[in-house]
């Protein structure tokens, strides 16, 4: 969900990545490096092999060698790219041992977390003039998500793994037979539903990049309770959307006019 926040900058070298992180106050530079060596330790070539580290220089710095591709945002996801992107995310969400996945701290933008944010956003929003098709249907998730949370009174009970944390399409690079998977900042425990949500709610895969959600989800065999789960998340991460875009600053827009409206019109299908 980093999609409106920046928190590094990046140099390209011939060989490698530095990445040097700006002061933020989640662990991100630590959240990548560990998920890089997990990464590299019980899945290599599926993300950047970690080279070197310097968590407390300022800023932070985490050097990774540079891997070929090209991202998948801006375009139309063919068939392949959708099989070889499913078979990348199954993959890692496999590679490392369930009792190692138990033991990382959560993702960031976690449920609870993406709750938070839901209801902050929402009181801004209150203050604000937005359109009424998008007031309707913020109202409409607000409701359910007042049911949802007095329904639920734990966390779901499935098995964990490492969650990469940002479905943002240019975090997965063709190289014209697989993908990889880059940026791990916001990384950690999740389980598969979730991460699932993550990238098909991803404002990413339909403002200017075209991702056949039905033909990628169809690639994963889930549970009953992993299905359950994947219809919540993705109405969670929906309504977050739909305020992150309802609040963007016109004079300073990275959307297109009517995004917001388009989203308001997602949210209230996915709610049905």
Known sequence: MTEQWSTHGIELLDDRVVKRFRPC??????????????LGQHCPDLA???LEADLAATPPTVVMARIPGVPLRGTVVTDHQVRAMAAALDAMHSAVPGPVAERLPLRLWNERHAARGIRTRCEHLCRADPPRAVRRAVAEGMRWLDLAERARAAGPDLPAVLGQADGNLANFLWDGAKVRIVDFEDSGRSDRAYELAEVVEHVSARVDSDLDVPSFLGRFDLTAPEERRLRESRRLLALLWLLILALEDPARARNPAGTAERQADRLLTLLG
């Open 25 to 38: 106050g989640d662990g991100e530079p630590e959240r990548e490096w560990r998920a890089l060596t997990l």
């Open 48 to 50: 950047p092999a970690p």
